[in-house]
């Protein structure tokens, strides 16, 4: 029929459409997290080295992997137990040999090492926001703040190491919400087999993978992200989305997963802490590095003390003056965090909607056309992420993210 075949093409076209469409508001956000993360790396000082961590891991990382693993280091200070060298088996070490390896400048591997740490950290908490029912302009907005925040500038260019746990935060945020809605999809009694017992550790296994990465610079930076998943755990028990007997089996896995992995570092640390000098009580003592780490420069993002430190040629981290001295710098900074209060005391509650396309745990996609919801309660945080991204989604200039408008 003439009818017919006309509207056939029609129709292919249209649903292509869709799906182009779809795939661009997944990925568009992606994309311009990786642009904010590389360019301005690469196109920041170009051919110059900063004191980035250790020298010799761009003068010789070959030689540094050699004795990364060992308890003693001969070659300095006429031999001593070595201060966290362990930490350079992975991933810096590996990755500044490869790159050296294949004669790449090193100007360049910093600046990708740099732009890699910087997008895994956006990129994972727009993962983790899109776990929690945020809709794809919400959580790139989310993604933008936290990986454009003023909390990188005291290490972006001296102890970039130390930014690998705060890069792997939204990941193990969002693994383990993936953790918990997987494992609470509803399944008849005979339908649990062993596939299902040993894919309650798929997720738990990557946590444990993510922690062997980031976790073995520095034991006190990865503690500070552990009440991340914690928390979630512990308002999902509360909400009753989740069982208390499961948070706790999933805290478990994920615990003894990550013990595991963290054996190479931590017999080290033991060792280090037998017999190496002491090297924190001349360089970092409480009383100077907690001087500057008030509420007021906590709540925006700043305290780290080589934020404020001088000497005589200059201040220490030089990227910090206008947060400290520019009154247009630290009105907006605390603006962010003004907005973000705002948000708290203006939050309204999440509707959700069992159903298979979505977790109980997050606002389903096709809420909007089902009205028969019911409204939990959230968490403030919750509730004033939900009401950012509404409010950016109605906005024409995010219209590719309509289809996520709030329930009212």
Same mark, same amino acid.
């Given at each position: ?11 292919? @076209?249209? /649903? ?5 469409? @779809? ?19 690469? #196109?920041? &000082? ?6 980035? /961590? ?16 060992? /308890? ?13 060298? *362990?930490?350079?088996?992975?991933? &810096? ?40 029912? *945020? ?40 693994? /383990? ?8 999809? =509803? ?9 299902? $017992?040993?894919? #309650?550790? $798929?997720?738990?296994?990557? *946590?444990?993978? %993510?922690? +062997? ?9 990865? +503690?500070?992200? *552990? ?38 570092? %931590? ?9 190496? #000098? ?19 420069? %906590? ?14 040629? @200059? ?6 003056? =206008? ?29 959700? &909607? ?10 389903? $996609? ?9 409204? &939990? ?11 950012? +991204? ?19």
């Amino acid at each position: 029929m003439p009818g017919g075949s006309r509207s056939a093409p029609a129709q292919s @076209g249209a /649903t292509w459409s869709r799906r182009l469409s @779809g795939r661009l508001d997944r990925h568009v956000g992606v994309l311009v997290l990786a642009l904010l993360a590389y360019v301005p790396a690469l #196109a920041s &000082s170009p051919g110059r080295m900063p004191a980035d /961590t250790k020298l010799y891991l761009y003068l010789d990382p070959g030689g540094l992997l050699g004795r990364a693993a060992s /308890t003693f280091e001969s070659a300095q200070f006429a031999g001593w137990v070595p201060h966290q060298q *362990i930490a350079y088996l992975w991933p &810096s070490g590996p990755w500044f040999w490869l790159f050296d390896t294949l004669g790449v400048a090193d100007w360049v591997a910093h600046r990708l090492w740099i732009g890699t740490i910087v997008f895994a950290a956006g990129a994972g908490v727009r993962w983790a926001a899109s776990a929690l029912g *945020i809709g794809p302009s919400g959580s790139t907005v989310a993604a933008l703040v936290y990986q454009l925040s003023p909390f990188l500038l005291a290490y972006i260019s001296r102890t970039s190491l130390l930014l690998l746990p705060w890069a792997g935060l939204g990941w193990i945020v969002a693994l /383990t919400i993936r953790a918990a809605t997987g494992a609470s999809r =509803p399944r008849a009694a005979g339908d649990v087999g062993w596939r299902d $017992r040993a894919g #309650a550790w $798929r997720d738990p296994a990557l *946590i444990a993978l %993510i922690v +062997a990465t980031i976790g073995a610079v520095n034991a006190t930076a990865l +503690a500070l992200i *552990i009440p991340g998943p914690l928390l979630w755990l512990v308002h999902a028990t509360w909400q009753q989305s989740i069982g208390r007997r499961q948070a706790l089996g999933i805290a478990l896995r994920v615990g003894v997963l990550c013990g595991a992995v963290s054996l190479w570092w %931590i017999g080290m640390l033991v060792v280090q802490s037998r017999h190496g #000098a002491p090297v924190l009580s001349f360089s970092e003592t409480l009383e100077d590095v907690s001087r500057n780490s008030t509420g007021s420069e %906590i709540i925006r993002s700043l305290g780290y003390w080589l934020l404020y430190q001088r000497d005589p040629i @200059g201040p220490t981290t030089t990227a910090s003056l =206008p947060y400290l001295i520019s009154l247009r710098s630290i009105a907006v900074s605390f603006a962010v965090a003004l907005i973000g209060l705002l948000g708290l005391i203006a939050g309204t509650p999440l509707c959700w &909607s069992p159903s298979a396309e979505s977790s109980p745990l997050a606002c389903t $996609r096709s809420v909007h056309r089902r009205r028969s919801c019911r409204c &939990s309660p959230t968490t403030p945080v919750q509730a004033s992420l939900w009401r950012c +991204a509404a409010v950016l989604e109605r906005s024409p200039s995010f219209s590719w993210a309509s289809r996520w408008a709030p329930v009212r």
